[in-house]
């Protein structure tokens, strides 16, 4: 019997070591994986001509289907100017509407409405980076929809150097940390220099001034952490002047929370030094 009993329990020892072994690469094949490189990347989920154009950023396919612009967020104020443009390169063309082939079925908004990369078949125009292009939209993310958002970004950075679209107006430059103002409940571009960092139980912060109370804020919840590369770790970025784009919201002053590592770039110049021209 104890032989019987010890062979019993090597054996579920070993399945035991097999399916712990195991867990962590199924884990890692399922795992959303942004893609980072080019449109031509993505699959293709549909295909049609654009009949409509619903809003800056929502279109309907003569499938009745409706499709949101990914990884764009085009400013109230100008949204009328992004219609325009929309009806004038987009409208009554054959498209195809591409996503990431990890996430299945496509990824949806809040209404059911999937989120995609369009593109024209007729000039292979990139849709979201010809508006970003042109000044008529920010790059935007969320954790499980970064894909793009690196060439997106570039893209941007030449619009908003060259002043074109809304980067030239006086009230659409990046926010600085210090002069972010009353208003909340809405999403900013945000540059400033970040003066200190705190580990706080669940929760990281980068402080950009001395005050915590009341001066703006970044902060990332720890099971966030593993997201982001070494370079953009939270903690590290004392002394680093960054940019970071999110939805500003009140927790003791202007607060953004980290979700994604795009989301936050470091500029080169340090904290102590005035802001670029």
């Known amino acids: ?56 950023d929502l279109v309907r396919l003569d499938n009745d289907m409706l499709f949101v612009l990914d990884n764009i967020r085009v400013p109230a104020l100008y949204a009328d100017a992004a219609i325009a443009w929309l009806e004038e390169n987009l409208l009554n063309q054959a498209v195809s509407v591409r996503a990431n082939a990890h996430l299945g079925d496509g990824a949806k908004d809040r209404l059911g409405n999937k989120l995609g990369h369009i593109v024209t078949q007729n000039g292979n125009l990139w849709i979201q980076q010809a508006m970003v292009s042109a000044g008529l939209a920010w790059a935007d993310g969320t954790q499980t929809n970064r894909d793009l958002m690196v060439p997106l970004l570039q893209s941007e950075a030449a619009a908003r150097a060259a002043q074109l679209g809304f980067w030239a107006a006086p009230g659409m430059a990046p926010r600085q940390a210090d002069a972010i103002g ?18 706080k139980k669940a929760i990281l912060f980068a402080n950009f001034g001395d005050d915590w109370k009341t001066d703006f804020t970044l902060y990332i919840k720890k099971e966030n952490l593993s997201l982001f590369p070494p370079d953009k770790r939270i903690l590290l970025l004392k002394d680093k002047r960054v940019r970071v784009r999110g939805w500003v919201t009140e927790r003791n002053g202007p ?13 080169d110049a340090p904290a102590s030094a005035p802001p670029a021209p």
């Open 255 to 267: 607060t953004i929370e980290l979700t994604y590592p795009e989301q936050i770039e470091i500029i």
């Open 182 to 199: 009353v208003e909340r409940d809405a999403f900013m571009v945000v540059e400033g220099g970040v003066v200190n960092t705190a580990d």
């Open 1 to 56: 019997m104890g032989g019987t009993m010890r062979f019993i329990c090597g054996l579920l020892c070993m399945m035991l070591t097999v399916l712990v072994a195991t867990a962590p690469a199924v884990q890692a094949q399922t795992r959303y994986t942004p893609v980072q490189t080019s449109v031509s990347d993505l699959m293709i989920m549909s295909e049609g001509t654009v009949t409509e154009i619903v809003k800056p």
